[in-house]
């Protein structure tokens, strides 16, 4: 910790190796076998390019069991960043959107 990226800097990847998660704890931007740097939208958790309640019907449908994240959307809900998806992160995205000044995810 207390590194700093250069900027510019990318790290090619393969999905699901060590160095992808080190990249993600990091917030490295990563290449996956040529394809554009990916970047999560943390709050996002259902993909629809807006941070909004029905992410967090989302979240609860996840924490119920009715309906499973996975992938990306399981990472973008673990506002936290205790690489842990649980019911803290329902209540970061709750403030989120209440208006207050919070940050989601890493």
């Keep these: 910790t207390g590194s700093t990226v250069t900027e510019g800097f990318q790290m090619k ?3 699901g190796t060590v160095a992808e998660e080190y990249g993600i704890k990091y917030n490295i931007p990563l ?3 040529g394809i554009a740097p990916v970047t999560l939208k ?3 958790c259902n993909n629809d390019g807006s941070i909004d309640n029905l992410d967090i019907v989302a979240m609860c449908q996840h924490l119920i069991k009715v309906k499973e994240l996975t992938g990306d959307n399981l990472k973008r809900a673990d506002l936290t960043a205790d690489d ?3 019911v803290a ?3 970061v995205l709750k403030q989120y959107l ?3 000044n919070v940050k989601l995810g890493k």
């Design 42 to 44: 943390y709050g996002d």
């Design 84 to 86: 842990v998806f649980d």
């Design 98 to 100: 209440m208006g207050d």
């Design 13 to 15: 990847v393969k999905e």
């Design 89 to 91: 992160d329902v209540a």
């Design 31 to 33: 290449v996956y076998d």
